[in-house]
């Protein structure tokens, strides 16, 4: 298998080398033929996210043009945790990260193929850590690293007056022992990650130069932020998670179709696969008619199938349709329903309310008087099926599965009533 020449520069046109050692080193290498290169990411959490979905859908573009990767979960650094600019993390115990190993382990493995000559290779920090002593540990690593250099990091600069604990201050130490333990017993010589980690990045490279005498490479990738710089990596529930169990397929489609029209061709670039002709072509369909959201729309179908399938990228579609009268609603799964009606907040009743009481209850109406104006003016919506009688009551045959009743008000406004 040979490797592609031109990733170096489709890097670059995607905007994911963000920081990189020596440039010209680094196209050599990539172009030169099969290089091992690994990724770190730390269970600090039961599931991955958006920033760590960067570093798989790079390691997937590198693995496609013909280089090998080593994925590595972090049981070691992991229960540390990297430092971050303000406050201490809460240290979690050895068999709460244990768990979150084998998760996120299950959720890195079916981005990679593990066959061929370039199969990926999962590997895990707390195997050459767990039995190595402090005295080794200080001999071994520590005295590569100049103290001074490890103070004048940003992350550390802004921790010294409130104070940062020797823990985290060391984190550098370990994730430097990693790659000059890949380095060693495996060949590997480049790793990428997040920006906010170029500090370490660079330090592993600087400990295989100084331990071993040996060449190493990295680069980093952007932090995806919005077009006012903030995180995109939060949403209103909280982060944007990769398991459907903590984010629902219809809530992560919906996120990518919500996207600023600013940021939909830097996103294009950065999670999809897409080639540069077809993201050009549909950056300028996009910009001929923005109302039309044919940007988000590909975008969201892109990544919500190579993260969840497309089949949950239909159902996502289909439920997003059909809340809007646009489709079935009994043919939507109850995960799916649940899911998109969580966006318009759930209201709980006994089957036997009158839709007068529930349309009032669900704040589509403010009062008993607008509800029933609202009905004689044709304007509510019982699953789909306009309802003009005030005295209407709905039944067991009206409920959906997992026990919902879907009302809207017009076109844009619905709320989900749960008998359950």
């Keep these: 298998m040979t490797t592609d020449p031109d990733l170096f520069d ?16 680094l196209k050599a290498a990539l172009s030169a033929g099969r290089v091992k290169y690994y990724v770190g990411f730390d269970p600090t959490a039961p599931s991955l996210h958006m920033g760590n979905l960067v570093q798989i859908i790079t390691m997937m573009r590198l693995q496609c043009a013909g280089h090998t990767p080593y994925a590595l979960v972090g049981g ?20 709460t990260v244990k768990d979150w190993v084998d998760k996120v382990h299950h959720q890195i493995k079916p981005f990679l193929s593990f066959d061929g000559v370039n199969g990926a290779t999962m590997v895990n920090n707390y195997d050459w850590t767990a039995s190595l002593s402090t005295i080794d540990f200080l001999r071994d690593i520590g005295k590569h690293f100049p103290v001074n250099r490890m103070l004048a990091r940003d992350v550390v600069k802004s921790r010294l007056e409130e104070g940062i604990s020797y823990t985290e201050f060391s984190y550098i130490l370990l994730q430097s022992m990693d790659y000059l333990n890949l380095y060693r017993e495996y060949g590997v010589t480049l790793q990428f990650g997040g920006s906010d980690q170029w500090g370490n990045l660079t330090g592993g490279v600087e400990l295989i130069r100084r331990a071993v005498g040996g060449k190493a490479h990295a680069f980093a990738t952007p932090l995806v932020t919005k077009t006012d710089g903030t995180k995109y990596g939060k949403t209103e529930g909280g982060a944007l998670w990769l398991d459907p169990q903590m984010m629902s397929p219809y809530s992560f489609h919906q996120f990518w179709l919500n996207v600023e029209d600013e940021k939909v061709g830097e996103l294009l670039r950065i999670f999809t696969f897409m080639t540069k002709e077809e993201i050009e072509a549909l950056e300028s369909a996009h910009a001929q008619a923005p109302h039309q959201r044919l940007g988000q729309k590909r975008l969201a179908d892109e990544v919500t199938s190579l993260v969840h399938g497309p089949a949950q990228t239909e159902q996502a579609k289909s439920a997003a349709a059909a809340l809007f009268g646009g489709g079935d609603l009994r043919e939507l799964s109850a995960t ?15 089957l036997g309310a009158q839709l007068v009481d529930l349309l009032v209850a669900s704040k589509l109406c403010s009062s008993n008087g ?14 789909n099926e306009r309802v003009t009688d005030a005295d209407f009551q709905p039944s067991a045959t009206d409920v959906l599965e997992g026990g919902w009743l879907v009302l809207r008000r017009g076109k844009k406004r619905f709320a989900g009533i749960n008998l359950a």
């Design 370 to 383: 607008d509800a029933r104006r609202t009905l004689k003016e044709g304007g509510v919506y019982v699953n």
């Design 10 to 25: 489709d890097l670059q046109w995607r905007g994911l080398l963000c920081h990189h050692t020596d440039p010209d080193e």
């Design 336 to 350: 799916t329903l649940a899911a998109a009606l969580a966006e318009a907040g759930e209201t709980r009743a006994e």
């Design 76 to 95: 070691a650094t992991g229960m540390i945790g990297d430092p971050r600019q303000s406050g201490e993390r809460t240290l979690n115990s050895l068999d």
